[in-house]
Nanobody, 124 residues
Framework: QVQLVESGGGLVQAGGSLRLSCAAS????????MGWFRRAPGKEREFVAA????????YYAASVEGRFTISRDNAKTTVYLQMASLQPEDTAVYHC?????????????????WGQGTQVTVSS
């Protein structure tokens, strides 16, 4: 059983920054990729960013590219999402997820494990 726990969310003013963390624990954990998704009120879950464990390629949604950065620690137990220049439209519950493959890292269907989520609220 793999457990993913997000932290770092909060309330910030537009233009501010937050750093989200996702800690992984459980049995042998060797995903092919890790990703971040978000769900805003009344909207469908949206891809935000992803990183491959091997090769460390990164992928970003057009809406966040240039503002958000995904990374992982050397122990490969924690993935981060550094968010800068936050805007009100970034307000959502952010979830991290682990993927068994690298084919569908930009869609929720590519992931097997999901965290509970952490709330990010950006005020004008």
């Amino acid at each position: 059983q793999v457990q993913l726990v997000e932290s770092g969310g909060g309330l910030v003013q537009a233009g501010g920054s937050l750093r989200l963390s996702c800690a992984a624990s459980g049995r042998t954990f060797s995903p092919y990729g890790m990703g971040w998704f978000r769900r805003a009120p009344g909207k469908e879950r949206e891809f935000v960013a992803a990183i491959t464990w091997t090769g460390e390629s990164t992928y970003y949604a057009a809406s966040v590219e240039g503002r958000f950065t995904i990374s992982r620690d050397n122990a490969k137990t924690t993935v981060y999402l550094q968010m800068a220049s936050l805007q009100p439209e970034d307000t959502a519950v952010y979830h991290c997820a682990a993927a068994p493959g690298i084919q569908f890292l930009t869609t929720p269907r590519g992931y097997d494990y999901w965290g509970q989520g952490t709330q990010v609220t950006v005020s004008s």
